[in-house]
């Protein structure tokens, strides 16, 4: 079994940063992607970024592009969100979820983890 435990969430002004990070335990994925999904209320989840464990490529959707960065520390099987220049629309509650990379997965979707963590809560004012 996979366990992911998020951590780094807070309450920041607008401007600031902050670092979110997922441990993993137990996993079984030769080369996993990991992605941060977030959802605000009244908003449906949304995947803002993504890593692929096994060569460290990592991805971003526009909204976020520029301001967030994925990186992993992989013997730690260890992933970080560093988010820069944080606005209002970015608070929501960010998970992190995992899932064996395949062909055809998209990881801005729900559908393409299996494990999910219990979120962590971002909040910018």
């Known amino acids: 079994d996979v366990q992911l435990v998020e951590s780094g969430g807070g309450s920041v002004q607008a401007g600031g940063s902050l670092r979110l990070s997922c441990g993993a335990s137990?996993?079984?994925?030769?080369?996993?992607?990991v992605g941060w999904l977030r959802q605000a209320p009244g908003k449906e989840r949304e995947g803002v970024a993504a890593?692929?464990?096994?060569?460290?490529?990592?991805f971003v959707v526009d909204s976020v592009k520029g301001r967030f960065a994925m990186s992993q520390n992989y013997d730690k099987n260890t992933t970080y969100l560093q988010m820069n220049s944080l606005k209002p629309e970015d608070t929501a509650m960010y998970y992190c979820?995992?899932?064996?990379?395949?062909?055809?997965?998209?990881?801005?979707?729900?559908?393409?983890?299996?494990?999910w963590g219990q979120g962590t809560q971002v909040t910018v004012s």
């Open positions: 890593i692929y464990t096994g060569d460290g490529n990592s």
């Open positions: 979820a995992a899932g064996e990379r395949v062909s055809g997965g998209d990881w801005r979707q729900a559908a393409a983890y299996d494990y």
């Open positions: 137990g996993s079984i994925y030769g080369d996993a992607c």
